[in-house]
T-cell receptor, first 112, second 115 residues
Framework: QQQVKQSPQSLIVQKGGISIINCAYE??????FPWYQQFPGKGPALLIA?????SEKKEGRFTISFNKSAKQFSLHIMDSQPGDSATYFC???????????FGQGTELSVKP | DTGVSQDPRHKITKRGQNVTFRCDPI?????LYWYRQTLGQGPEFLTY????????KSRLLSDRFSAERPKGSFSTLEIQRTEQGDSAMYLC?????????????FGPGTRLTVL
């Protein structure tokens, strides 16, 4: 299967809190897992990405945790800010340069 | 690096009309992708090119859809005899896999509304 399942569908977090979004996949051939951020009316923009040989990757306030045996990965946003309010998509790719398979998206709202 | 550009940004058409969208990838990116995104969903793959060769087409791409990249630079996506179900955001992305990266850079999209 090529499906990527994402949860939750929507998330409300207080300013300064931690936002956690989860994804699960079936195809063990996937070898690249990016997270994209999308604002209304804009195209998706790459936030952070990880490969399955690494269990965690951190860039600023954003961290990906990867569990290869469980076929799950998650995005953690530390010290969430109102400017982080957007829709977040996880994705997976198994053929370098090939198509991305996206999750259904999580609409994050950070309340001041 | 001016980013991926798409034109037009918005298109309103009547059912049955033909529409064409254009995508200009990042310079020197030899792979170009088209995705479709409906409200509340993640982007869905439609097709992609390496230079001028179309390497893969999704089953979502009915025979009313055709994409070209004639000189390996910009690409066009044409939808013939549009239907209301074609209303969506059409996204273009590009990448240069020979550089060792898998990052796909997306354009702002073309929002199509079929009345």
């Amino acid at each position: 299967q090529q499906q990527v399942k994402q949860s939750p569908q929507s998330l409300i977090v207080q300013k300064g809190g931690i936002s956690i979004i989860n994804c699960a996949y079936e195809n063990t051939a996937f070898d690249y897992f990016p997270w994209y951020q999308q604002f209304p009316g804009k195209g998706p923009a790459l936030l952070i990405a990880i490969r399955p040989d690494v269990s965690e990757k951190k860039e600023g306030r954003f961290t990906i945790s990867f569990n290869k045996s469980a076929k799950q990965f998650s995005l953690h946003i530390m010290d969430s800010q109102p400017g982080d309010s957007a829709t977040y998509f996880c994705a997976a790719l198994y053929n370098q340069g090939g198509k991305l398979i996206f999750g259904q998206g999580t609409e994050l709202s950070v309340k001041p | 690096d001016t980013g991926v550009s798409q034109d037009p940004r918005h298109k309103i058409t009547k059912r049955g009309q033909n529409v064409t969208f254009r995508c200009d990838p990042i310079s020197e990116h030899n792979r170009l992708y088209w995705y479709r995104q409906t409200l509340g969903q993640g982007p869905e793959f439609l097709t992609y090119f390496q230079n001028e060769a179309q390497l893969e087409k999704s089953r979502l791409l009915s025979d009313r859809f055709s994409a070209e990249r004639p000189k390996g630079s910009f690409s066009t996506l044409e939808i013939q005899r549009t239907e209301q179900g074609d209303s969506a955001m059409y996204l273009c992305a590009s990448t240069y896999p020979d550089s060792g990266t898998d990052t796909q850079y997306f354009g702002p999209g073309t929002r199509l509304t079929v009345l």
